[in-house]
């Protein structure tokens, strides 16, 4: 039985949901808050957005969707082009990899394994930059944005989770 | 699992398909390096890009950026009419204060008005102000910068100083048709000439992406005390010369920091200066402008 036109095209637009998703996280991260402080360590929402589809989704989020959002994310923040397109590669990577460990175990598991993975991506982050401007920097507000986004993982998990219950479950 | 018979084809298929990926991957990967590496050797392509990039997201970012500014708005608003009382107290006496600075002021004015005839002294030209919004604060933990939601159409040039009613901000590193990115004098990449306004010692502000950015290359005779004031000397051309910047702070360490006037996380609007479209024409070549700026 041949898909309709309509089927096809509703089909099309659920498979850019993840990638719509992730520019949408990309824009919502720059907004200025005006909150002292918070600038610096402002969670990184566009890194939980692919830790997460990488694990659950990985046919709708490819490594080159993944590069184009980090690149993206580079511009807009004002980082070196390439850097976070970089880190948002390996964690694909490594959750494609891994994905089978975290898929229907519990929450908790997952969100260890976020937190790994935002520290390393911290770190990563803190070690490119130091080399990009030849200055050893202070890696305290890697650490604290680390840590402000494995506190709000679990916010915006249930956000995808309710996202892949309601739209993504027949494609 | 062996592949029975059949289609050699698919038997084929599959690891080039793998192998594609595995490439893709690798291929991405030194792309992003690229990257990098280019964006290191200051390639303006990579800016005209990404500059194009900021300008088609840009309204998205104002609009999205707009309710943020709202509620922090009424936040601030809620806040203030808490401690009215306390607020109008100090006002009033700080106006009394004002008044009389007024009048000093007027004095100084006509009295400087006349020396400088007298001298046949040529003022500094009057630059030129463009007002924008903050529709971007960095994300990034290394780095400190903002978009605002001004560009090249009205008038924005790289170089360009960007100004809060406090101090100096920072200054146009790109910009855009309808945006433009600001670095500020925090960012580990910010290095801007400034004098001591008491001693009249020149340095370097050299943001290292703290709060507080520090003062190098002081003379070593220099006698500067916490709570001198901050100004930029103009050295370089490209800033006017006495815009206020902040505070000396000294540490017990021998290190002088300043205390920026500007508070960065409220930053809402900026107005970027427009100086040297109505400075003189010079021969450029990157030689000094002292004489035309002090």
Known sequence: MNPTLAQRLDRAARNVVPAMLGVLLVLLSTIPFYIPGYGPMAANLVLMAVFYWSIHRPDLLSPVTVFLIGLLQDVLVGMPPGMNAFVLLLVRTLAVSQGRVFRGRSFIILWWGFGIVALASAFIVWALSAMYVFTLLDPLPGLFQAGMT???????????????????SQV | MKPRGGSSVLRLALPIKVLIQRFAFLFLILAAFALMLLSKAETSAIEKVSNVVVDIFAPLMDGLSQPAAAISDAVSAVRQL????????????????LLAWQETSRRLMAQNQALMSLLEYKPDPRAKYIAAR????????FVRSMLINSGRRDGLTKGQAAMTGHGLAGRVTSAGLRSARILLITDINSRVPVIVQASRDRAILAG???????????????SVNSGDIVVTSGHGGIFPAGLPIGRIIRSDDGVVRVNPFVRFEKLEFVRVIDYASVLPETSGQGGPHEVALE
């Not at chain 1, 506190?151 to 993504?168: E, I, S, V, Y």
């Not at chain 2, 290292?208 to 003379?219: A, E, K, M, T």
């Open chain 1, 150 to 168: 494995t506190a709000l993982f679990p916010f915006l998990a249930g956000l995808f989770t309710l996202m892949q219950q309601k739209l993504l």
């Open chain 2, 82 to 97: 808490a401690n009215i009382h306390a607020e109008n107290d100090r006002l009033r006496r700080e106006n009394a204060r």
């Open chain 2, 134 to 141: 903050v529709i971007g604060d960095s994300g990034g933990a």
């Open chain 2, 208 to 222: 290292d992406n703290s709060q507080l950015p520090r003062l190098v290359f002081l003379p070593s005779n220099a």
